[in-house]
């Protein structure tokens, strides 16, 4: 049976996005080690994989490659299932051949397995350090691979740059019985998640929740424990979760990025983020955290 992301992660190394989900799948390799011949693609089209339909359910697409016009040449990302992979940048106003299925990789209940979103979200990853990388950010030249890793060096100043990885940081804020959920306005009617936000510099993680959470909410938090992670590819961020308690505070929302915020009851949730998110994860085991 396809494992799908409603299924239960015992750790949150096993979310969807993590490279555990990729384990006996997949093998990432620089482009330069491309060893040729026939093999799969992984084409992506904004937020979408495009797979082909078979027997088993949704899959890569063989053989040639099932796009002409892609936004760069196809490039090498490694071996899945021993079969070289390459990923195709689709603009997104392309139409597609009928072959070709969207399948959306925020969707609350995908229909690929847990690898595939995974593989496909290692992709977007690659996609926005391939946009973002075409020019050295010191002097603005033109920059090469560098040999068997996926940094890249210009070759007019000789500065060496490499995929960069946001941490975030998103936590679970324990109060009695209750959990501090918050809303943004752009989210479906309804839906809460935990609070989260970027680090910024010179802080610690636990320093950035703390942070987060007064900004956005006026709650003060103590005891914070570091939980787990998730690697999120929208764009390219590493989401750290956190576990604190209520230390003081009025909910006040205090800038723009918020909605709502309140405290709610294990027993009276409201609309919930999916379970391949860090932030379900950490809500669906708030009974354990609450002493």
Not at 140 to 153: C, Y
Request: glycine share 8%; charged share 25%; with cysteine.
């Amino acid at each position: 049976m396809m494992k799908t992301p409603s299924d239960y992660y015992l750790l949150p190394a096993d979310l969807p996005f993590n490279r555990a989900s990729l384990k006996n799948n997949f093998q990432l390799k620089s482009p330069d080690q491309d060893p040729g011949g026939d093999g799969v693609w992984l084409p992506l089209q904004g937020m979408n994989l495009l797979t082909v339909s078979t027997p088993q359910g949704p899959e890569l697409a063989e053989g040639d490659s099932p796009l002409q016009t892609t936004t760069f040449p196809p490039l090498y990302i490694g071996q899945w299932r021993n079969r070289p992979c390459r990923l195709l940048h689709i603009p997104e106003d392309m139409k597609l051949p009928p072959q070709l299925h969207r399948q959306p990789l925020r969707a609350a209940k995908p229909d690929i397995s847990i690898a595939l979103l995974s593989l496909a979200g290692m992709g977007q990853m690659i996609l926005h350090w391939e946009d973002n990388s075409q020019l050295c950010s010191t002097c603005g030249k033109k920059m090469t691979r560098l040999k068997g890793e996926w940094g890249k060096e210009c070759q007019h100043c000789n500065a060496s740059h490499y995929p960069r990885v946001h941490p975030c940081v998103i936590g679970l804020v324990i109060k009695g019985d209750e959990i501090l959920l918050a809303r943004k306005p752009e989210w479906t009617d309804g839906r809460y998640s935990l609070v989260a936000g970027f680090v910024e510099f010179g802080e610690c993680l636990e320093e950035t929740m703390a942070r987060e959470t007064v900004e956005e909410t006026n709650i003060q938090i103590k005891n914070i424990r570091y939980i787990g992670s998730q690697s999120w590819p929208f764009p390219s961020q590493l989401m750290c979760g956190f576990v604190a308690d209520y230390a003081g505070g009025e909910i006040k929302l205090n800038d723009q990025e918020l909605a709502d915020a309140k405290w709610c009851k294990l027993d009276q949730l409201p609309t919930l983020p999916p379970k391949r998110s860090i932030a379900r994860w950490l809500i669906d085991r708030a009974e354990k955290f609450i002493s």
